[in-house]
């Protein structure tokens, strides 16, 4: 049996320097190990969306001690709930409820969010740096990338949906798979402030608002097309022509939108895995379990992902059992979160005429208490100890 616990030589490659990637590096280095953060980008560029932190996720960042840096970075939601496209309430959120019974349910710039973490990684990631190879070697694994060679006792594959390292070592895995909509993301400078955040339903379409702590607002929408239609040059008329009519305060962000911003990807997923671990590799975040956006735990099971790799590695001396453990209790958690919020999309992404009414309807007569409670399992997670 190989033993890591307790050595101060233990070597990792992280593959990708996106949330789950840093934050795993910032576990990592705080338990003594060397690690080295590969990123194929240049550069990070300024990302132009914000992300929800629910309690779930901030107290995995408590764990790495970045927390409350992140708390004062960041806005505290005070409203929340789904609309119509006329603006009346379908369901509420009490999120002061939310607060008291499982923790801060924080709105930060995902941009802000990445320079902490970095800021919290210390040694900078090896940008331009892209993956060519991965190889088991006795001992260990080889890296092999646009810049030389790594060698380690561990990779740990955090490149996004379209991992390349999921692809080199999960080649019978299916790929990711459209879910049907299309999403355009942007951050406005309000004229007038915006205090109430919240999604809206249409038919087969929907838009979303969440303020943010210096005054702006992220802004995203969705809208039931077919996979690759782009409108060059003339994004934000498109959004304009689908959502310039909805309730306020939809026209006025709108109105207010620089065209040079907007962002559009179309959504997609990833099918569950057999494994997120294949020897001495193993695969986090969106590289793992990417799923659709509609249960805002993208970047919360990322930082779970991350902070439970690095507490099972300090805690099971055996590195073939901690990733072991890693992957029978992730798989557990993510999946079933993943249909969960995949089922979340189609519900609100209907576009039937005579269904839509009444999926609204339904919406009206949950509890607000009843909606709240469901959470629970999501939102009640805690690092391992």
């Not at 190989?2 to 990792?12: M, P």
């Not at 280095?29 to 779930?56: D, H, I, K, Y």
């Not at 249909?339 to 009414?357: E, F, K």
Request: glycine share 10%; proline share 6%; aromatic share 4%.
């Amino acid at each position: 049996m190989s033993t890591y616990s307790g050595r101060s030589d233990r070597r990792a490659v992280v593959v990708g320097a996106g949330i789950a990637g840093v934050t795993a590096a910032i576990a990592l280095r705080q338990r003594g190990w060397q690690v080295e953060v590969l990123e194929r980008a240049a550069t990070m560029e300024a990302a132009g969306s914000g992300l929800s932190l629910w309690p779930n996720g901030l107290r995995g960042l408590d764990a790495i001690g970045v927390g409350a840096g992140v708390r004062e970075q960041s806005l505290a939601a005070t409203e929340g709930g789904i609309r119509d496209t006329a603006g009346r309430w379908l369901a509420r959120t009490d999120i002061a409820e939310l607060r008291h019974r499982y923790g801060d349910l924080v709105v930060i710039h995902r941009t802000r969010l990445s320079e902490i973490l970095r800021a919290a990684l210390g040694a900078a990631p090896r940008f331009g740096c892209e993956v060519e190879a991965v190889e088991s070697i006795a001992g260990g694994v080889r890296v092999r990338h646009s810049s030389g060679t790594t060698e380690a006792d561990l990779v740990l594959g955090a490149d996004g949906i379209n991992s390349t390292t999921r692809t080199a070592l999960w080649p019978r895995e299916r790929p990711p798979i459209y879910a049907g909509y299309t999403a355009w993301r942007t951050i406005v400078t309000p004229v007038e402030p915006v205090h109430s955040g919240g999604e809206t339903l249409g038919r087969g379409q929907r838009v979303g608002i969440a303020p943010l702590r210096d005054g702006r607002v992220y802004l995203f929408a969705t809208a039931n097309l077919p996979a690759g239609q782009r409108c060059p040059g003339d994004e934000l008329g498109e959004i304009r022509r689908r959502f310039g009519t909805w309730h306020d305060p939809v026209p006025a962000l709108l109105d207010a939108a620089d065209p040079e911003t907007i962002l559009r990807h179309d959504i997609y997923e990833l099918p569950p895995l057999r494994t997120f671990v294949r020897g001495r590799v193993v695969l986090l975040g969106d590289a793992a379990h990417a799923m659709t956006p509609n249960l805002g735990q993208g970047a919360n099971l990322a930082v779970e992902d991350a902070v439970t790799l690095a507490a099972l590695l300090d805690r099971i001396p055996d590195l073939p059992a901690a990733l072991t453990e890693y992957d029978r209790v992730r798989r557990a958690r993510v999946q079933p979160l993943a249909r969960q919020s995949h089922r979340m999309g189609a519900a609100l992404q209907l576009d039937w005429p005579a269904v839509t009414p009444v999926r609204n309807s339904l919406l009206r007569l949950v509890p607000d208490a009843a909606a709240l409670r469901a959470l629970g399992p999501i939102l009640a997670w805690g690092p391992p100890a």
